[in-house]
Every structure is written in structure tokens, then in C-alpha cells.
């Protein structure tokens, strides 16, 4: 990728971010970029191109994170590594996660399909470390693991409305694991 369309793409993601994807038009990204808009086709052939490539980066970015938690830890740590993971990501492309979480909307066709489908597939990702807590005797035999994994995720994805970026995440995400694991410990009682 050129350095002219990388800063195209960091612009995007932070106007995209502060105003919205609607809210953003490409006179908008034009002047931030010191050029006039027809000059952007020499870049792009669409706005929608700059959002497919702003979420699908946060996508990877995300299950580049689950990928960095190691399969033999227990259960419950995964959780605790991917809760850490999630909140990284955020924190460090905090730009490119409020896209990811919140104008990915925008998306047509194909690429909303895909985008949905690769989201899909991190949310199963996150059900499954609940699952094998719940099977490993770690989490209380009647957990509900998709709420489980619904709570995880809403909490870590609303982050992009209050973390700054670059923010050290490490105590948060131990204070949210705390927090989250405390109700789902221990046995169920009949």
C-alpha cells in the first residue's frame, strides 16, 4: 500500500469514527488530505472500499488477539487473555475498533455478508472459551454461554466509547475479568 492511500485509510478510519461513515463525505476525507476530491479515485473507487478495509482490519486485528492466547491454558485463563487481547486491540487502533464495532452497518452486498460472517466467527470464538469452561468444571455447570459470551463482548466491544487511545488496559481487563467470572464460578445449585 502507498504511504498517500495509508494515510487515506488512518484519515477515513478517524472521520469515520468522529462523524460516522454517513457523516463523513469524500470532500471531508479530500481536505484532510490536502487534495481535491477527484484526486481521491486515484486512490479509491469508493468510500465503501476505505470502510470494508477499515472493519476487515479490525477484524483481523481481533482474532489476531484470540489467535495470541494459548490453546493449553485453562479455560478460565483464556478468557482472562482473550478479555486482554480484545481491550489491546481496542485501545491500541481505537479508531479502527469503533469502526469495526459500530459503522461496519454500512457495509453492502458481498462485503456486509462477509464482514457479518468473520464477526460471526470471532463471537463463536469467544462461546467456545465459555463452553470449554463450563465442560472443564472452571464455570458453573448452568451457564448460559452464549449470554456469557454476549456480556464479554458487549462489555470489551463498548470500550471504544470510553478508552483513550493507547490506554494500558492490563488492570482494567483484570478488574472486568474479575468482575465478569465472579457470578460465573463455582457449581450450580439445584
Known amino acids: 500500500m502507498s504511504a498517500r492511500r495509508e494515510e487515506l485509510t488512518r484519515i477515513a478510519a478517524r472521520l469515520f469514527a468522529e462523524r460516522g461513515y454517513q457523516g463523513t463525505s469524500l470532500a471531508d476525507l479530500a481536505t484532510e488530505l490536502g487534495m481535491q476530491k477527484p484526486s481521491l479515485y486515484h486512490h479509491i473507487a469508493s468510500k465503501e472500499d476505505l470502510l470494508w478495509e477499515i472493519a476487515w482490519e479490525g477484524a483481523e486485528a481481533f482474532h489476531a488477539g484470540l489467535d495470541g492466547v494459548p490453546a493449553d491454558a485453562p479455560a478460565t485463563e483464556r478468557i ?3 478479555l486482554h ?3 489491546a ?3 491500541g487502533q481505537l479508531d479502527i475498533a469503533t469502526v ?3 459503522e461496519w452497518r454500512y457495509l453492502e452486498g458481498e462485503r456486509r455478508e462477509r464482514f457479518v460472517a468473520e464477526r460471526r466467527r470471532y463471537e463463536e470464538r469467544i462461546r467456545e472459551l465459555f463452553r470449554e469452561g463450563v465442560e472443564g468444571s472452571e464455570l458453573r455447570t448452568d451457564l448460559d454461554v452464549s449470554t456469557a459470551a454476549l456480556l464479554f463482548l458487549s462489555a470489551a466491544n463498548w470500550a471504544y ?3 483513550r487511545p493507547g490506554s494500558d488496559t492490563e ?3 483484570d478488574r472486568l475479568y474479575a468482575a ?3 457470578g460465573m464460578r463455582g457449581y ?3
Do not use: E, K, M, N
Request: net charge positive.
Open 80 to 82: 482472562r487473555r482473550a
Open 85 to 87: 487481547a480484545h481491550l
Open 89 to 91: 486491540a481496542v485501545s
Open 100 to 102: 469495526f464495532v459500530r
Open 161 to 163: 466509547t470510553w478508552l
Open 171 to 173: 488492570q482494567l481487563a
Open 180 to 182: 465478569l467470572l465472579d
Open 188 to 190: 450450580a445449585t439445584p
